[in-house]
């Protein structure tokens, strides 16, 4: 079975392919009220971005709080979820890679969720991403960063197979990890009553250190670091963070 070939796989095709399931089997994977908490307390009601707005599960629920919220998404499909679901038109949107181009102006706080900064899977990506986010920040504009952390990421198998059930279907989630890179490519098969539904991933998983890298090489320096959105101390056995960074210039 092909497992997201790089030839084929695009910056779109996440959520191309997890549009119309994205709600259903993610809406529960975060803590949305803790980050809606958050998001609009550090904004103090000025403008938000977020990166990989998806369906807005989360900018929604920001801009009816009524902080002014844009949202970036290289997925049509994933837009298309949002736009009807947000009939007040309160979220403005742009389709585009978020990589390579963010809207003009500056943003209070930009935000990305949900380890949705490692599907970057092109190590130079995540860098541009990076520069492109600390030139769109107000002066005293913070960038928030929510991933998972990699325990003994070294020492993990370099293939394996999960399943789990929906009240519709049997998904199975089969990953392959690449040694050399670190990108993690998977295909998540969904079995149902309509036939097996493919739908492809990828990521490329950093260290909460090599995140501070990263960041440092483009401005930005680590001021806060949680375990979660309502923040609790980020430890040693954290497999998780919230992590706040902000221009080190101001």
Known sequence: MELSNSVNYLC????????????DWYQQVTDVEGTVALISNLSEGLDVLELGVGTGRL??????????????????????????????????????????????????????????????????????CLQLVS??????????????????YSLLPTRGVESRHTTEA??????????????????????GEAGPILRPWRILIKTPDELDQIAARHGLDLVERWQDWHQRPFTSSSDHHVSVYASASS
């Not at 949107?93 to 209070?108: E, I, Y």
């Not at 049997?170 to 079995?191: A, D, H, P, W």
Request: some cysteine.
């Open 170 to 191: 049997t998904v199975l989630n089969i990953t392959v990890r690449e040694k050399v890179s670190g990108v993690v490519r998977g295909q998540s098969v969904q079995l």
């Open 135 to 152: 030139d769109h920040l107000t002066p005293d504009g913070l960038f928030v960063l929510e991933a998972f952390v990699p325990s003994n």
């Open 59 to 128: 900018a929604l629920p920001i801009a009816a709080a009524g902080v002014p919220i844009t949202g970036v998404d290289s997925s049509s499909e994933m837009l298309k979820h949002l736009t009807a679901r947000d009939t007040s038109g309160l979220v403005t949107t742009h389709l585009a890679d978020m990589s390579r181009w963010l809207p003009a102006g500056q943003f209070k706080v930009i935000f990305c969720a949900y380890n949705t900064f490692f599907n970057l899977v092109d190590p130079d990506d995540q860098e541009k």
């Open 12 to 23: 779109s095709t996440y959520g191309d392919a997890f549009a119309d399931v994205y709600d």
